[in-house]
């Protein structure tokens, strides 16, 4: 079955660390993006990439960083400079980023929790 | 840039109630619309969109007209279960054209809960 897999479910994290979340799909899109959801907010975009080897800044990006190096999979790194880690992180990826082919689709998603 | 304004919650309905989530945008250009739906733990789903004008868009029940002139993507079902408790996300997209990258912009969520 195609999809997004994200890993792992639930992440613990201490204070002052660095902490890589897992993101993959086998649907040969091109596109992949990072979303940040805390209680009663709506989602927050974090990177995108549009292609392989290429990512851009979303709205909130201070304290994280991504690599794109291959078509299906896109991690996220959480550093110790965000200052308010925890929350629930959403990997999605679409056709393109741009057009009538950017439906997003989205994975299971990881809770982060900072100890 | 967009935003979103969505109906405060959390809802709390019986079963076979109607059901109304109301949705409002601002937006440069014309944006597409969109409901999505998160059930407990999990990612979001696209329940339905639209992409012009007076498009209703439907899926599983649900309905969302838009609506141009008042700025509208209102949610509704005729009859609700216990099934459909989830948070529900009304969103929108504008296209900046060519191969600029359209941003979904997310309202803050509405948690819909189904009593038997």
């Known amino acids: 079955d195609g999809g997004i897999t994200q890993s792992p479910k639930y992440l613990f994290r201490k204070e002052g660390q660095n902490v890589t979340l897992s993101c993959e799909q086998n649907l040969n899109h091109d596109a992949m993006y990072w979303y940040r959801q805390d209680p009663g907010q709506g989602l927050r975009l974090i990177y995108y990439s549009q292609i392989v080897n290429d990512f851009q800044k979303g709205d909130i990006a201070e304290g994280y960083s991504v690599s794109r190096e291959k078509k299906e999979s896109f991690p996220l790194t959480v550093t110790s400079a965000q200052k308010n880690p925890t929350a629930f992180y959403l990997c999605a990826s679409s056709i393109a980023a741009s057009g009538v082919y950017n439906e997003q689709f989205f994975g299971p998603g990881t809770r982060l929790t900072v100890l | 840039g967009d935003s979103v304004t969505q109906m405060e919650g959390p809802v709390t309905l019986s079963e076979e109630a109607f059901l109304t989530i109301n949705c409002t945008y601002t937006a440069t250009g014309y944006p597409s619309l969109f409901w999505y739906v998160q059930y407990p733990g999990e990612g979001l789903q696209l329940l339905l969109k639209?992409?012009?004008?007076?498009d209703k868009g439907s899926n599983k029940g649900f309905e969302a007209t838009y609506r141009k002139e008042t700025t509208s993507f209102h949610l509704e079902k005729g009859s609700v279960q216990v099934s459909d408790s989830a948070v529900y996300f009304c969103a929108t997209r504008t296209d900046a054209g060519g191969t600029s990258y359209g941003k979904l912009t997310f309202g803050q969520g509405t948690i819909l809960t189904v009593h038997p």
């Open positions: 639209a992409t012009k004008a007076d």
